[in-house]
């Protein structure tokens, strides 16, 4: 059978002892130490059976037109959803606003369950068709289980969701809607995590839970491709990424190197992981250098609230090898970045995806990006999502009559705005 680019992943490596894995291992985690694992794809192999200008050629305008880079050996088609291909808009005004002169928005807002999330479970839950298995599992602050459930549905899938009891409550309906199995914890999304993992283990699901799937990044990584190849293949010079398990912030990563390694892009971009200040222990990681502490996390951002974060060893790589940074910013800044964002861009962001906001307005007060640089910001899941954090910001306008009088007394007494 001819060669495809998948068969271009030669093994498994563990991020934390270095131990190898065949590709077609069945281990999630590495057998020796429980760390997680690296997708290893052999560049010279997929130079030769990767065409750039062919992809970019594709009239597929979702992730999928990079499916020749995703590590998927069954011929698919096209999947049923539309994931990825999310706009990159630059963005004047804010870039007047917030002080940087070329500063953009990826916005993955509009995925189909509107987050980031989608790129993941769709590559993960093919992953699992391909293995054979019908039923996915994953722990979730709250995405990637609405993100998980309906991926499954469209793939006529089973899922089975873990997620603290107090999700939001638009997450929790996406997912019930969607008809997944779900387990609501008493407890963090830390216990949330450990039960899922021991549950998927014992009853055979295959589990989508962030950090011990080596898909999701390889999934996450299409979101680079994109905006490298919105910005015609030049590199910006800071991606800023909102940060929890470190999971997207492995995958951009990644996307940036491969895309060196195969000379599409000259450079990788500096990243910037934002975490909120009640759950930084990436930050705290980062700036002593030394291995992470879990922490108890507390934040309005529900979907960087994570005080044990899964992916930290990757995160951290990606930081110190693209020259990088990590910052926290406060709750009252995050939920200050999404009035700013939504009055600028009308893009609505969850106080998660706003975090990346806040970060480069904090990352251009510490000198960590100058202003003539080209700054990506990744608005990674939808305002609607969580309106309760948003609205209590907001004063409610008040009821008035429906005559024109009462229209002209309000304008006149300047009323009516809100934001
Ligand atoms: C909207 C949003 N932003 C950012 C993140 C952080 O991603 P990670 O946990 O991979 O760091 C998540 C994860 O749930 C998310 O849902
Ligand atoms: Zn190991």
């Known amino acids: 059978m001819a060669r495809r680019p998948a068969d271009a992943v030669r093994l498994f490596r563990c991020l934390e002892c270095g131990a190898e894995e065949g590709p077609e291992t069945d281990h999630s985690t590495c057998p020796a130490c429980g760390g997680n694992l690296d997708m290893v794809w052999d560049f010279d192999d997929l130079r030769r059976l990767i065409d750039r200008d062919a992809i970019d050629r594709s009239t597929d305008d979702s992730l999928w037109r990079f499916h ?68 996915v599992a994953c722990a979730s602050t709250g995405n990637a289980a609405a993100s998980l459930a309906g991926i499954a549905a469209a793939l006529g899938m089973e899922s089975i969701i873990f997620l603290p009891a107090d999700a939001p409550p638009a997450k929790l309906t996406q997912i019930r809607i969607a008809g997944a199995r ?28 962030t950090g011990v799937n080596p898909y999701t990044v390889e999934g996450k990584k299409t979101a680079a491709f994109e905006i490298a190849r919105a910005l015609r293949w030049e590199t910006p010079d800071v991606v800023i990424v909102p940060t929890g398990d470190g999971n997207i912030l492995g995958g951009i990563g990644k996307g940036f190197f491969q895309m060196k390694e195969l000379g599409w892009i000259e450079r990788v971009p500096r990243l910037i992981a934002v975490q909120a200040e009640g759950a930084s222990p990436l930050v705290t990681a980062f700036e002593t250098n030394g291995a992470v502490k879990p922490i108890r996390a507390k934040t309005v951002a529900d979907s960087i609230s994570v005080g044990h974060p899964r992916d930290a060893v990757r995160a951290l790589a990606m930081l110190k090898e693209t020259n990088g940074a990590a910052l926290a910013v406060s709750d009252g800044a995050i939920l200050e970045a999404i009035r700013t964002l939504a009055s600028h861009t009308g893009i609505f962001a969850e106080p998660s995806a706003a975090a990346s906001l806040a970060g480069a307005e904090e990352a251009l007060r510490r000198g960590l990006v100058g202003k003539n640089e080209r700054v990506v910001l990744l608005v990674t899941g939808h305002g609607l999502k969580d309106v309760a954090a948003t ?15 009462s229209v002209a007394r309000r304008l006149a007494g300047g009323g009516g705005k809100t934001a």
Not at 94 to 115: C, M, Q
Not at 182 to 189: K, L, Q
């Open 182 to 209: 779900i387990f609501r914890v008493r407890g963090s999304y830390d216990d949330a995590f450990d039960l899922c993992e021991k549950a998927a283990a014992r009853f055979g699901w295959y589990s989508r839970s």
């Open 68 to 135: 020749p880079l995703l590590p998927l050996h069954d011929d698919f088609g096209p999947p049923p959803l539309r994931v990825g291909g999310t706009p990159l808009y630059e963005t004047a005004a804010l870039a007047r606003r917030v002080g940087i002169e070329r500063l953009y928005v990826k916005d993955d807002t509009g995925n189909p369950t509107a987050s980031f999330k989608d790129r993941a479970s769709l590559v993960a839950a093919l992953r699992a068709k391909e293995c054979g298995i019908a039923t």
């Open 391 to 405: 609205s209590s910001l907001l004063p409610m306008p008040p009821e008035i009559d429906a005559d024109l009088d």
